[in-house]
């Protein structure tokens, strides 16, 4: 039997103690369009009246552009992920000091965020990253179940495009260390790594199979969790993959977020019927302890 904790976006923005910056959220001014507009790529290319609707609500945006570019997300897709894959956390980023605290205990990480912050955390503490169910002394056990910048298919092709095709790829994924996946994201110019779109419904449209292989793992661990910690990751009903599973479970549900959080976590609550599911107004960084105190409990 093993522990889960899911960790979302709220988490890597939260964490701290991260170079260089704190990695964005979905909106916002300094939000992930703002930080692919500054980049001077694709995102920088838009209409403005396309901008203007990244800027307002990610997903929305992402479903447009789809529409725009005709189905041919990979160029932007590589460059969300290079976005992403740049962080690297210090020494006291919430990450490593997690990881310090429970790492070596049967717990399983899941996360919805494409950034490298746990792999890079645990790498830090000597730790491989295994992307399964593994469990050794020697690595921590992450499921991404979004994908992840780092899972960049085992093949090169040049000067492909691909458009409204239900699956793009499908091919065997490595996932590669930081280093890699940077070089790839900026020397590719057909493939992108195998991350669902930042949209609606979550398509994936690079090696989906191993994605999928990802959420029948995750949907295993939560089904076999003891406990369950959400970290940083908002209610949205409309993923039924992550909130109708954690739904089902049986385990107690550990829930940090922000004041305005609760409505929403509370609705679910009700509407699922799960008594044993606890909000706590807290941090990334002020919630380990009480992970490590619930998990220390026989």
């Not at 210090?90 to 965020?113: E, I, K, T």
């Not at 369950?228 to 049986?250: P, T, Y």
Request: with cysteine; aromatic share 10%; charged share 20%.
């Amino acid at each position: 039997m093993s522990s889960l904790i899911l960790l979302g976006a709220g988490a890597s923005f939260g964490s701290g103690n991260v170079h260089p910056s704190a990695p964005p959220l979905g909106t916002g001014p300094d939000g992930l369009f703002a930080r692919l507009e500054a980049a001077g790529g694709e995102a920088a290319s838009l209409p403005e009246s396309l901008k203007e609707l990244f800027r307002s609500d990610f997903e929305k945006g992402m479903a447009e552009y789809y529409e725009y570019s005709g189905g041919n997300v990979m160029r932007f897709q590589r460059e969300v992920a290079s976005c992403l894959a740049q962080f690297t956390p210090g020494d006291s980023n919430a990450y490593v000091r997690l990881l310090q605290a429970v790492g070596g205990r049967r717990v399983v990480y899941a996360s919805l965020n494409y950034d490298l912050l746990i792999e890079l955390s645990a790498a830090s503490l000597g730790l491989g990253t295994c992307y399964g169910l593994d469990f050794s002394e020697s690595h921590i056990n992450v499921l991404k179940i979004h994908g992840s910048s780092n899972f960049w298919p085992s093949l090169t092709l040049k000067g492909c495009t691909f458009a409204r095709n239900q699956v793009d790829v499908e091919a065997p994924i490595q996932p590669l260390d930081q280093a890699a996946t940077l070089h790839r994201c900026a020397n590719e110019d057909s493939l992108s790594p195998a991350i669902a779109m930042y949209a609606e419904g979550k398509a994936v449209k690079v090696s989906p199979s191993y994605v999928q292989h990802q959420q029948t793992l995750w949907r295993h661990a939560v089904s076999m969790a003891t406990r369950v910690f959400v970290v940083g990751v908002k209610v949205h009903n409309v993923d039924v993959h992550i909130w109708g599973e954690l739904a089902k479970s049986k385990a107690p549900l550990t829930y940090f977020g922000r004041s305005p959080d609760r409505y929403q976590f509370e609705e679910w609550k009700a509407n699922c019927g799960k008594k044993n599911a606890y909000f706590f107004e807290k941090t990334f960084q002020e919630c380990i302890e009480v992970i490590r105190g619930r998990l220390l409990r026989k």
